[in-house]
């Protein structure tokens, strides 16, 4: 009776969680180059405030 319940079955939830696994990762890698690029930006202009 043990085998019945040890044994995980990956059927459509599976599938579904790694789908939404994938487009969170996609999410995550684009907001982190998104950030990555405005901070390169703001660190390459010189600042206005002094003089």
């Not at 996609?26 to 206005?48: C, G, I, M, V």
Request: hydrophobic share 25%; no cysteine; proline share 4%.
């Amino acid at each position: 009776m043990a085998d019945k319940n040890s044994p995980k079955k990956h059927g459509k939830s599976g599938d579904a969680r790694e789908d939404r696994l994938k487009a969170a990762l996609k999410a995550n890698l684009a907001r982190r180059k998104a950030q990555a690029k405005a901070r390169a930006t703001s660190d390459t202009k010189p600042d206005q405030d002094e003089g």
